[in-house]
């Protein structure tokens, strides 16, 4: 079994998009951030033995981390070829098989799965970029974790309530936006980002 330390450790070695798509909103999630969110999931019972979905999955960190945490089976859902091929060269040294991946949009998947892993695009490019992840996330899982800008808190809140589910916890962080695009003039900038697990009501 790993510990939190090993977790964060294995989880910064795997590879980033090599050419990050603006319009995708492609950022990977740091790794110490995702073994925190990870690593919490672990505790409440949210990872193992159970089926998993990382959606909007890009290089893979979530889903990956959740593999290495005792997942039954793993879905990632990408639709960037290029990030897919990342995905998988990510994931062949681990020599696992209990995962599929997916190249579609995230609104075409379907498999009901316990906990949905997901840091979708935030929607700084293309308003709501994040409405069909979270309709997806609500659609095939019981417990949603999911990024989002801080400052759309109650966008967030309003469609979670909307679809059934009760905010359950909120992580917030400063997210280190490393400069991969030109538009990013300063080294590195920080925006506040907050993760919810958010879980649906028994009705
Ligand atoms: N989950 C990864 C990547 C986050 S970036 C991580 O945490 O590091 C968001 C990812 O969502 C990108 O890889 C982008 O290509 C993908 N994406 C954006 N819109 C999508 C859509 N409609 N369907 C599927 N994937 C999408």
């Known amino acids: 079994m790993l510990t939190k330390k090993q977790l964060a450790i294995q989880l910064s070695k795997l590879a980033v998009f090599e050419k990050p798509k603006l319009k995708l909103e492609q950022y990977p999630t740091d790794s110490e951030i995702a073994s925190m969110v990870l690593w919490d999931a672990l505790m409440k019972g949210d990872i193992v033995g159970k089926k998993v979905a ?14 290495l945490l005792g997942a039954a089976h793993v879905y990632f859902v990408e639709k960037d070829s290029d990030a897919v091929a990342t995905l998988r060269a990510n994931l062949l040294p681990l020599r696992l098989q209990n ?10 998947f379907q498999d009901p799965v316990a906990t949905v892993f997901q840091n979708p695009p935030f929607g700084t490019k293309q308003a709501h970029a ?35 589910c ?25 925006i506040e980002v907050t993760c919810y697990r958010l879980v649906k009501r028994v009705s």
């Open 54 to 67: 990382d959606l909007g999955a890009g290089t893979g960190i979530l889903g990956i981390g959740a593999l």
């Open 99 to 108: 995962y599929t991946i997916l190249q579609m949009d995230v609104s075409e």
């Open 130 to 164: 994040d409405k069909p992840f979270m309709e997806t996330a609500f659609r095939v899982g019981t417990v949603v974790y999911s990024f989002h800008k801080t400052a759309t808190d109650a966008f967030v809140r309003a469609i979670a309530g909307d679809n059934g």
């Open 166 to 190: 009760t905010v359950a916890e909120i992580y917030t962080f400063s997210f280190p936006l490393r400069q991969t695009y030109p538009h990013q003039r300063k080294r590195m900038e920080h």
